[in-house]
């Protein structure tokens, strides 16, 4: 009998981002120097039980997709393997449906899956290698909250994204003399607010992991206005929590789903109206800052995923993900990386921002570069040595 031909599966789960099909590029080429075959699962995991729904991945058909958006694959963030809530609350598979998955691997003689997501898609690569399933994982998601790897693709694209949106606000602030609000996803962690804040000259940051009031954020307003800028460029993140608590939603929580994050924007600039009287408008990004082709970052990246989740396939080391630790590729167990990464208030970036006078809506009065413990803590669990250098 002839040897049955050796696969290797991949799927795109739950929200899209740029550089999706860079790592499927990567894989198949990467498979296809070491003689496997690809089989592509379509929408997510979905694809992987009844109906099972794939197709096979060749050079051919997946030459070009380097620099598309979206998947070719397609995906999903709801359906039967739903397996997040909340920011740390998980949802156990039916075992029906992993039994399912089972039977497809082995039927399709597949040695070993990628399964490509964000913290809630690998939850469920989780309880699949649980279960005995053969997989390893490769971070994807906007909002770059994964522990374990410094950067997720899909990130700086979102953030390029922001970025032009709050250089076409700047002029048409600056002509108007108004405050201009845009409200950026992330949701639980503020990186793509504090990135593109950063990059595209924000006046104030808000994010979920610094607590703000608006009395702060009028008085920076008012500030400016002293300094005769007579208009204010405010970056929010969807998830920041209300100076009261609590979060603004679009729908009401279920037990079965992620609450959607959204509003946070309109309550802030209707605040500013009512309590300075500053005209103020508000923009929110949403799914644009999915859409588009990647960065060229997010592609060499993206692509440098797929081949070493190959590599991790050959090695039989399931169970565990890509990393990205620059310079190198490494890889850490999946139950490790799912950990939510959030914004280190003390962080280099939050303390370059505070230099430049970016107000995060606090009281904050310390000098931005004083020595501060935590500031070295934050660097070593991401993985950076620290350095110590002369104080300021």
């Not at 970025?163 to 076409?168: E, F, I, N, P, W």
């Not at 006046?203 to 206005?225: G, H, K, M």
């Not at 396939?313 to 890889?331: D, L, N, R, T, W």
């Amino acid at each position: 009998m002839a040897e049955r031909t050796k696969r290797i599966g991949v799927l795109t789960a739950g929200g899209d981002c740029p550089g999706l099909n860079a790592v499927i590029r990567g894989v198949v080429k990467s498979a296809n120097t070491h003689g496997y075959e690809v089989v592509g699962f379509l929408k997510g995991y979905e694809g992987l039980v009844d109906p099972v729904s794939y197709v096979p991945l060749t050079a051919k058909n997946t030459a070009g997709i380097l620099q598309q958006g979206g998947t070719i694959l397609g995906s999903t963030n709801k359906g039967r393997f739903a397996a997040t809530v909340g920011v740390n609350d998980r949802l156990e598979l039916d075992p029906e449906l992993v039994a399912g998955v089972k039977t497809t691997m082995e039927q399709l003689n597949i040695c070993g899956l990628v399964c490509v997501g964000g913290d809630g898609s690998l939850a469920v690569s989780q309880q699949f290698h649980e279960q005995g399933i053969p997989v390893v994982g490769v971070p994807k998601t906007i909002d770059n909250d994964l522990s374990s790897t410094a950067f997720t693709f899909g990130f700086f694209s979102a953030v390029f994204c922001a970025t032009d949106a709050l250089d076409r606000l700047h002029t048409t602030a600056a002509s108007h003399e108004r405050v201009m609000v845009l409200e950026v996803m992330g949701r639980h962690a503020g990186w793509i607010a504090l990135y593109a804040g950063i990059a595209g000259g924000g006046d104030v940051i808000l994010i979920p992991e610094i607590s703000w009031s608006f009395e702060s954020v009028c008085q920076a307003v008012l500030a400016r206005e002293q300094q005769g800028k007579k208009f204010t460029l405010i970056v929010v993140a969807e998830g920041a929590e209300l100076p009261e608590g609590g979060l603004v939603t679009k729908d009401a929580h279920s037990l079965q789903k992620q609450v959607r994050l959204g509003g946070i924007g309109n309550v802030v600039a209707s605040e500013i109206e009512k309590r300075i009287g500053k005209e103020t408008r508000t923009v929110v990004l949403g799914h644009l800052q999915r859409g588009g082709s990647p960065t060229t970052f997010d592609r060499v990246v993206a692509t440098q995923f797929g081949a070493h989740a190959v590599r991790l396939i050959v090695e039989k080391k399931f169970g565990h993900m890509v990393c990205y630790q620059p310079p190198a590729m490494e890889s850490v167990p999946i139950i490790d990386a799912i950990q939510l990464s959030t914004v280190h208030p003390m962080c280099s970036a939050v303390l370059a921002a505070r230099a430049l006078g970016v107000s995060f809506g606090d009281n904050h009065t310390e000098p931005p570069f004083k020595y501060q413990p935590e500031a070295e803590a934050c660097a070593a669990e991401n993985g950076i040595a620290p350095q110590h250098a002369e104080t300021h």
